[in-house]
C-alpha cells in the first residue's frame, strides 16, 4: 500500500510500492454457478478507470464528488498519457503553438492535481506524494497521493499512447482489435518514471485486473463499452471528435473495453482461486453522447461541475512548479461553459435505472436485489422492520451490466432480469451481449437456473447497443419486459401466465434515450414512456390483454432530461408523470445547451395537468415516485448536493448523512409504508423509512 503524508502535510517525494503478481488461469470465464462467499468491503473505495485525464472531471463528475465528500477513497487510473499531438495552448491563441507530447501529458498530471487538491479544499498547487507503482508483468505506472482530513486520493497513470482522430496513430482502439500490436508509453516530463516497457492487449487487461486486486474497490466507475451508432458525415464526425459510426471517441470505447476485460479476469481469477466474489459495483458513464441529447444538469449543479474543470485547465501564466505547464489550457477559463459540444453539462449513465431492485418476503421482510462482482446478489432483511440486511447471497449469472430489471409475479415469485456479458473480447475476438433471467422457484425460496432470453437484435454489433431491462407485471399476470434497441426504438417480450416468452417485438415509435418507466393504470392497461430528442414518447395497451401501441395522437407530453417516472393513480384518474426539462432555451441563444430545470414538471399521461400544483422538488437526476394509500403521492430523488430526500404528502426531507448511493436509490412500498432502498458507494444496501417518523439505517453484514 502507498504512504500517507504525514499530519503537517502533504509532502512531494518519491517512493516505490508494487502490485502482487498474478496466479491465474488462461479462461477468463468466471464461475457462473451461484452460492459463492461475497467478499464485503470495511470502507467504501471507488476506482475510476478512464481513458484519458478529464475523462473523470467531464463526464463523471459530480459523483465522483459526491462519493468523496462521503468518505470514499478515490483511485483514479488514467490509461493513456493523453499527450494527442503535443500542442498545449489556448485554443484562440495560435501565438503559443508548440508540439511537445511528454511536456502536455505532464501538463494534463498536473492540472488534475490541481483538480483533486481544490475538490479536497485545498490550495491548488499542493504538493502531492509521487511513487513509482510496480505492476503485474514487470510495468511501472506514476502514482500521486494526496491526503487531508481522512480524505484519499490516488492518481495512477498508465500513459500508453493516445489514439487521435487525425493521421490514425494507434493507441488503445488498435490494442484491443490487434493481438500482434504492443503500444509504447509516453514518458510525462517530471515523471518519476524514466523508462516503461509496450504493453501487449494481454498485459493491459492483466494490469487492469491485477490494480483491481490490489485496491480492492467497491464501486467501479468507467465509461461506456457499446456506444449509440451514430451516422454522421465525414465532416460533422471529425468536427465532434468522434470514431466512425458511433456516438464517443474511439479511446473512450476501447478504455471501457479494457476495464471490463480486466473486471472479468479479477472476478475469474477470484473463483478459480476460490476466493470470496469481489463485491463491487459498476458504473458506467456516457461520454460524447451527451452532444447530443438535452443536458440534464440543473444551473447550480452544472456550475460546481464546471468550476472543477477550471483548475484542471489551468493557464499559461500560472505558477505551479511542474516542468511540463499548469494544465490543460484548452479546458481552463469559461471554456467548459462555452464549448459548444456540451459535454460538461449532463452526467448520463450507460446502464440507467435505480439500484436495487426490491421486494417483499412472504414474511414481512424485505430483499434487495443488486450487481456485485458482476453477480447478481439477494440481500434480506434480519427481521421484518428492522431495516438492516444481512450478508448478500451469491445468485450468480455474470458477468452482468450494473442495473437488474425487476418484476414480481402474482404468486410473489421474484424474477430478476440482467443483460449479461456473454463475452468481452478484443483481439478479433466475440464481444456480445444477451439478456438473461433469473426466476424464483418459490416465493421468498430459491431460484431456478438462468435462462436466456436472446437479443432483439441481429450481429454482435447491433447486439451490443441495446439498454438495460425494464419489467412490469399485467394485472392480467403476463410481465411486459421492454429495453433500448440499437435503432434507439423499444423492443418488448411477454412472459405469459403459463410461463412461457413470445418473441421479441420492435414497438415502433421514435428515437428515445435509454432509462424507460412503466405503469399499469386502474383499468389494468400497461403503459411504457422514454424521453426523446423534443417530448416524452408514451406506448399504450387499448385495453388489457392488447399489444402494446405508440400513442400518436393527442398532445405532446413536455420534453424529459431523464428517465421519467410514472404513476399509476386510484379511482380511473390515470397516470401521473413526474421529471425535470429544460430551463428557457432562448437563454443559451439556441445553441442547444440550456440546462435542466431543477423543478419538477407534473403531468397526467392524457397531457391534463393532475389535480394539485406540481410538487417542490428541487434538485437533479431521475425522480421515483409511487402513490401510499396513507401518505398520497410519495416522491424520491436528490437535491442539487446530491442529498437523497423524499417528498411525502406535504413534507419534504433530506436523509440523514450516511452512505452516498450508487447512481439512484429505489422508492418501495411495504405493508409498514413507504421506503427508500439504495446501494451504497461502500457495497452495502441501506434503508431509509418514509412513513410517519422515517429513519435511516445502514445496512449490517
Not at 23 to 44: I, K, M, N, Y
Not at 211 to 216: G, K, R
Not at 556 to 569: K, M
Request: glycine letters at 12%; charged letters at 20%; proline letters at 8%.
Amino acid at each position: 500500500m502507498l504512504g500517507t503524508a504525514a499530519a503537517a502535510g502533504v509532502a512531494a517525494a518519491v517512493g516505490s510500492c508494487s502490485v502482487p503478481a498474478s496466479q491465474r488461469h488462461r479462461d477468463d470465464s468466471p464461475t457462473a454457478a451461484p452460492g459463492q462467499p461475497v467478499a464485503a468491503g470495511l470502507r467504501a473505495v471507488l476506482m475510476q478507470i478512464v481513458a484519458h485525464p478529464d475523462d473523470d472531471l467531464y463526464f463523471m463528475n459530480p459523483d465522483t464528488q459526491h462519493a468523496l465528500d462521503g468518505g470514499a477513497r478515490i483511485v483514479s487510473v488514467y490509461l493513456t498519457g493523453g499527450e494527442a499531438n503535443g500542442d498545449n495552448r489556448v485554443v484562440s491563441d495560435p501565438s503559443t503553438m508548440h508540439f511537445d507530447k511528454a511536456a502536455y501529458s505532464s501538463a494534463r498530471h498536473q492540472g488534475l492535481r490541481q483538480a483533486y487538491a481544490a475538490l479536497l479544499g485545498l490550495p491548488l498547487f499542493t504538493p502531492w506524494q509521487k511513487d513509482i507503482l510496480k505492476l503485474r508483468g514487470g510495468h511501472t505506472a506514476e502514482v500521486n497521493t494526496l491526503v487531508h482530513n481522512g480524505r484519499h486520493v490516488e492518481l495512477v497513470f498508465l500513459n500508453t499512447a493516445m489514439h487521435t482522430l487525425r493521421g490514425g496513430r494507434m493507441g488503445l482502439p488498435s490494442l484491443w482489435e490487434d493481438r500482434a500490436l504492443t503500444l509504447p508509453v509516453v514518458i510525462a516530463t517530471g515523471s518519476p518514471v524514466t523508462a516503461a516497457t509496450p504493453y501487449t492487449y494481454d498485459e493491459l487487461v492483466e494490469v487492469v485486473a491485477g490494480l483491481l486486486d490490489t485496491y480492492a474497490p467497491t464501486l467501479v466507475q468507467t465509461l461506456d463499452p457499446d456506444p449509440d451508432i451514430q451516422h454522421s458525415t465525414e465532416k460533422t464526425r471529425q468536427h465532434d471528435s468522434e470514431q466512425p459510426g458511433y456516438a464517443d471517441h474511439a479511446d473512450h470505447t476501447a478504455a471501457a473495453s479494457f476495464a471490463w476485460a480486466g473486471m472479468v479476469r479479477y472476478v475469474s481469477q477470484a473463483t478459480q482461486q476460490r476466493k470470496p466474489i469481489p463485491g463491487f459495483a459498476v458504473t458506467s458513464y456516457r461520454a460524447y453522447y451527451n452532444r447530443h441529447w438535452p443536458k440534464n444538469l440543473p444551473p447550480d449543479v452544472l456550475a460546481e461541475k464546471a468550476a472543477h474543470l477550471v483548475p484542471y485547465g489551468g493557464a499559461p501564466d500560472w505558477k505551479c512548479g511542474n516542468p511540463g505547464g499548469c494544465g490543460d489550457y484548452n479546458v481552463g477559463g469559461k471554456r467548459p461553459l462555452t464549448n459548444w459540444k456540451g459535454w460538461v453539462r449532463s452526467t448520463h449513465y450507460r446502464f440507467p435505472g435505480p439500484r436495487p431492485v426490491v421486494g417483499n418476503e412472504p414474511d414481512g421482510r424485505l430483499a434487495a436485489y443488486g450487481v456485485l462482482g458482476l453477480r447478481a446478489v439477494r440481500w434480506r432483511e434480519t427481521a421484518p422492520g428492522s431495516g438492516r440486511f444481512g450478508a448478500p447471497d451469491d445468485l450468480g449469472g455474470g458477468p452482468l451490466a450494473p442495473v437488474l430489471g425487476g418484476a414480481a409475479l402474482k404468486d410473489g415469485r421474484q424474477l430478476l432480469f440482467g443483460l449479461r456479458f456473454s463475452s468481452v473480447a478484443g483481439r478479433a475476438g466475440a464481444n456480445t451481449r444477451e439478456v438473461v433471467l433469473l426466476e424464483q422457484a418459490t416465493p421468498g425460496g430459491k431460484f431456478t437456473a438462468w435462462r436466456g432470453l436472446g437479443n432483439p437484435e441481429r450481429g454482435d454489433d447491433r447486439g451490443r447497443r441495446i439498454g438495460s431491462p425494464v419489467a412490469v407485471t399485467a394485472p392480467d399476470g403476463r410481465v411486459h419486459l421492454f429495453l433500448r434497441n440499437a435503432d434507439k426504438g423499444v423492443s418488448t417480450r411477454i412472459r405469459e401466465i403459463s410461463g412461457s416468452w413470445g418473441p421479441w417485438v420492435d414497438l415502433g415509435g421514435q428515437i428515445v434515450q435509454d432509462g424507460l418507466g412503466t405503469a399499469v393504470d386502474s383499468d389494468g392497461r400497461v403503459h411504457l414512456f422514454a424521453p426523446g430528442y423534443d417530448f416524452v414518447h408514451h406506448w399504450a395497451q387499448d385495453a388489457p390483454g392488447q399489444p402494446l401501441a405508440y400513442v400518436k395522437s393527442g398532445p405532446r407530453l413536455p420534453l424529459a432530461v431523464d428517465a421519467p417516472a410514472a404513476v399509476g393513480l386510484p379511482d380511473g384518474n390515470g397516470i401521473q408523470l413526474l421529471y425535470r426539462t429544460l430551463t428557457d432555451p432562448r437563454k443559451t441563444k439556441g445553441k442547444g445547451l440550456a440546462p435542466a430545470d431543477p423543478k419538477l414538471v407534473s403531468i397526467r399521461a392524457d397531457g391534463s395537468s393532475p389535480d394539485t400544483n406540481s410538487p417542490k422538488f428541487d434538485g437533479y437526476g431521475p425522480v421515483g415516485a409511487l402513490h401510499s394509500p396513507k401518505d398520497g403521492l410519495v416522491v424520491l430523488g436528490k437535491d442539487a448536493k446530491g442529498r437523497v430526500q423524499a417528498l411525502v404528502g406535504d413534507g419534504r426531507r433530506t436523509r440523514p448523512p450516511g452512505v452516498v448511493p450508487v447512481d439512484a436509490p429505489t422508492l418501495h412500498l411495504t405493508a409498514r409504508g413507504p421506503v427508500a432502498v439504495g446501494l451504497g458507494v461502500d457495497g452495502t444496501p441501506w434503508v431509509w423509512a418514509l412513513g410517519t417518523g422515517g429513519t435511516s439505517v445502514h445496512a449490517a453484514g
